[in-house]
């Protein structure tokens, strides 16, 4: 029986929903509640496990084929399936309703350009605005809210760096698909069940400084390693990108502060600002909109302190103007009257702004 199908074996209640392609996340909240989301919609759905021994026990399952700890000691489960579906889990104590399962699919279509405009995630001048900022080697945050999909369009901007630049890409689960030749992927390790052995996204970080790389590709900023990364972007490895859960492009901006902070070292908060404000280039902003759709809402330029606070320019955004009788939301994509500050950049490498 090969590892996958071990898997399923023990997700039996949610198989229908694990092999439907529609579905892009499961979650499970107990043994008799489990949820669905579609189309970027949650649904009940009528599945249920037999008891919570047998959630529980899938769980612990999911946690042991793939090298990890699921039990009192470790009660937090974080881990990805063979096919690359990412999966947190929570026992009780630490959840009173049960065994908590969330399970987000991965995508077997790689999410293209030409598949992001024909969903209406955004327009064809604002990919055109993203794309040269990639190749002009701008820091990137890619930002929003749980869902909003983050990963999905860091993936699509990864796609702009040129096959001849070495990537250095870091993911406490692996999740992004870079199609260079020249990638080093790295994923963090949890620590065994004697506490030993645990490697962090800061020590990729701290290595992947060592290994020559053009750009660093960090799948998501949670932590303290985001002062690394800030380092990093400062001391000439431009082109640097990550994601970062943020409600706002001028919010990812105090999240890097929030995080950067929980390095425990004593910077004072005016260098630290000045540290992200040059170190940062630009934010892509994304969002689940009411109607379920995902959209880049907007792609802004960040700008020097004032007085010691943050500012971005909003160079491209989303406009909602109506929700439509059937629940879909109407609005377009418009161009700002800001002019990007690496206007000449743009046109000395004859690359489009718009």
């Not at 919609?41 to 899938?58: G, I, N």
């Not at 947190?88 to 598949?115: N, Q, W, Y």
């Not at 080697?137 to 040129?162: D, E, P, R």
């Not at 934010?283 to 759709?293: E, Q």
Request: proline letters at 5%; a neutral charge; one cysteine or more.
């Amino acid at each position: 029986m090969t590892q996958s199908s071990f898997l399923v074996l023990f997700l039996e209640p949610v198989r229908i929903y694990l092999e439907d392609d529609s579905v892009s996340e499961i979650l499970i909240n107990g043994p008799q509640a489990i949820y669905i989301e579609r189309k970027g919609k949650l649904e009940k759905v009528p599945a249920a496990f037999p008891s919570e021994a047998a959630l529980k026990a899938a769980a612990v399952n999911i946690a042991k084929s793939v090298g990890r700890i699921l039990d009192d000691e470790y009660p937090r489960l974080d881990a990805r399936l063979p096919d690359g579906s990412r999966v947190h889990a929570m026992i009780p104590p630490l959840t009173r309703c049960g065994t908590a399962v969330a399970i987000r699919k991965f995508s077997k279509d790689m999410l293209t350009v030409e598949k992001l405009l024909s969903y209406g995630s955004c327009s064809e001048s604002m990919m055109r605005l993203i794309e040269t900022m990639v190749k002009l080697h701008k820091n990137l945050i890619v930002s929003g809210a749980t869902s909003s999909g983050k990963t999905s369009i860091l993936n699509l901007l990864s796609g702009f760096i040129s096959p001849n630049e070495r990537i250095i890409l870091i993911e406490d689960a692996s999740e992004l698909q870079l199609r260079q030749p020249h990638v080093v992927p790295c994923e963090t390790r949890k620590p065994d069940k004697n506490g030993k052995g645990e490697v962090t996204i800061r020590d990729l970080i701290h290595s992947a400084l060592r290994l020559r790389p053009d750009r660093l590709v960090i799948g998501e900023i949670r932590g303290a390693e985001a002062l690394d990364l800030l380092q990093a972007m400062n001391t000439g490895h431009s082109g640097s990108m990550s994601t970062i859960h943020a409600n706002s492009p001028l919010d990812a901006l105090y999240r890097l502060e929030t995080c950067s902070l929980f390095s425990g070292l004593d910077i004072p908060i005016s260098a630290l600002r000045s540290q992200i404000a040059s170190a940062v280039n630009g934010v892509v902003h994304t969002a689940r909109l009411p109607d379920g759709s995902r959209k880049i809402v907007a792609v802004s330029k960040v700008l020097p302190l004032q007085n010691g606070e943050y500012r971005v320019q909003t160079l491209m955004q989303w406009k909602t103007h109506a929700m439509e009788a059937d629940g879909r939301i109407s609005g377009n994509f418009e161009k700002t009257s800001a002019i990007p500050s690496f206007k000449d950049e743009a046109e000395i490498s004859a690359l489009p702004l718009e």
